[in-house]
Structures are given as structure tokens and as C-alpha cells.
């Protein structure tokens, strides 16, 4: 069965480095988002993107971020310049036209 | 601000019983709705969906959908000790992106 998949598993990294998290999305879907979980907190929404484009961002997903889809396959967030309040469980997640989403096993992100 | 409540939980109940998740949420532009089941450090799987109101059922889960009340809720019969995770609903509007807003979940725990 086709899965959304992660990578890297885990990151570790110092306080105002750049991360890329990867992610490669289901192959036939068309939308893609990318959600964070802070430990202990709820599911919260940072991008959408369809047609090569992002068509809706939270308040969360300010300059410091940005998404990419370098290729036909891959789906990337970028931080630019990581915070210590960015650590958190990073999901991608894609989608066909119909509404269900499905959801990567996650990158779980530790700025020290 | 658009938000989905839940009660945290813990939900407990005893192996074979029928556990039930309440959700209720905001924004009445609201059209879709999706049980999540997240265990810990792990990304959140489909339970199901539901789009109209009234029940649907699938398997022990049993969903049910009141726009007039802006509540949805989630029926498990016959709880199995591998049931014992969090629950999450998530809602989505009819907008370009989208997205899922979330609840903050409900701890449910099956004791055998």
C-alpha cells in the first residue's frame, strides 16, 4: 500500500542553524501539507501547497519557513534560521482531491 | 478563531465496553470531519470520515455528525486493549487549501 515516508527520522540541531525536512508524498496525490505537534500540544496546520504553489499558510509559517518541490517526488520545509520553540514533531501529509489526508510517520526535530 | 475542542481524557473503560469521543467545533463553514488515531511518538492514522449529518458506520467505529449542533463524535464498541490511544478530530472548510484544524485529542485507555 502506497505511504507517505519521512526523512530524517530524527534531527538534531543548534539554534539558529537551517534545516531541510524531506518528504515524499503518495505519488498520484496532489496536495500537500506539512503539520507540527510541540510535544504534549495538538496537531497544528503550517502550509498547503497544490500546483506548485502554496495556497494557504497559518500564522506559524512566517519568513523563517518555506516549502519546495524540487522535483516530481519530493516535497521540503525549510527553517531557516531554528528557534528553540521549533522543536516539535513535523508531519507531511498528502491527498488526492477527495478531502482524507495521510500523514508520513514524522520528523521529530530537537533545536538545542 | 476557528476551533475544535475536545476533552483530554484520559477516557477510561473497561476491555469490551463502548468508549465515546465528543468533538465540537467552531466554524460553522465547516464540511468535513475526520477521526485520527495517533499513538504515542507516532504520526495520526484514518479512523474515518464523515461529510453529511447523521451515523456512518465501519467495523466497531461508529461516527456521528450534527451540524446544527457543530458536533461530531465517535463511537468504538466492543474496546480492545490496542484501542488505548489518542483520538483525534479534525475538521476542514471547503477553502483552496484545504487544511485540517485539529482538536486537541482525547486520551482513551482500554483496560483489559
Known amino acids: 500500500e502506497p505511504e507517505v515516508t519521512q526523512t530524517p527520522s530524527h534531527q538534531v540541531t543548534q539554534m539558529g542553524q537551517e534545516v531541510i525536512l524531506r518528504c515524499v508524498p503518495i505519488?498520484?496525490?496532489?496536495?500537500f501539507y506539512w503539520y507540527r505537534q510541540i510535544l504534549g500540544q495538538k496537531v497544528e496546520f503550517l502550509v498547503s501547497?497544490?500546483?506548485?504553489?502554496?495556497?494557504?499558510k497559518s500564522e506559524i509559517f512566517d519568513d523563517q519557513f518555506s516549502v519546495e518541490r524540487p522535483d516530481g517526488s519530493n516535497f521540503t520545509l525549510k527553517i531557516r534560521s531554528t528557534k528553540l520553540e521549533d522543536s516539535a514533531m513535523y508531519f507531511c501529509?498528502?491527498?488526492?482531491?477527495?478531502?482524507?489526508?495521510?500523514f508520513g510517520p514524522g520528523t521529530r526535530l530537537l533545536v538545542l | 478563531q476557528k476551533e475544535v475542542e475536545q476533552n483530554s481524557g484520559p477516557l477510561s473503560v473497561p476491555e469490551g465496553a463502548i468508549a465515546s469521543l465528543n468533538c465540537t467545533y467552531s466554524?460553522?463553514?465547516?464540511?468535513?470531519f475526520f477521526w485520527y488515531r495517533q499513538y504515542s511518538g507516532k504520526s495520526p492514522e484514518l479512523i474515518m470520515s464523515?461529510?453529511?449529518?447523521g451515523d456512518k458506520e465501519d467495523g466497531r467505529f461508529t461516527a456521528q455528525l450534527n451540524k446544527a449542533s457543530q458536533y461530531v463524535s465517535l463511537l468504538i464498541r466492543d474496546s480492545q486493549p490496542s484501542d488505548s490511544a489518542t483520538y483525534l478530530c479534525?475538521?476542514?472548510?471547503?477553502?483552496?487549501?484545504?487544511?485540517?484544524?485539529f482538536g486537541p485529542g482525547t486520551r482513551l485507555s482500554v483496560l483489559p
Open positions: 464523515i461529510y453529511s449529518n
Open positions: 501547497f497544490y500546483n506548485n504553489e502554496i495556497s494557504e
Open positions: 479534525a475538521v476542514t472548510r471547503y477553502n483552496y487549501g484545504q487544511n485540517f484544524v
Open positions: 466554524d460553522r463553514g465547516s464540511q468535513s
Open positions: 501529509a498528502s491527498k488526492e482531491l477527495q478531502e482524507t489526508q495521510y
Open positions: 505519488s498520484n496525490h496532489l496536495y
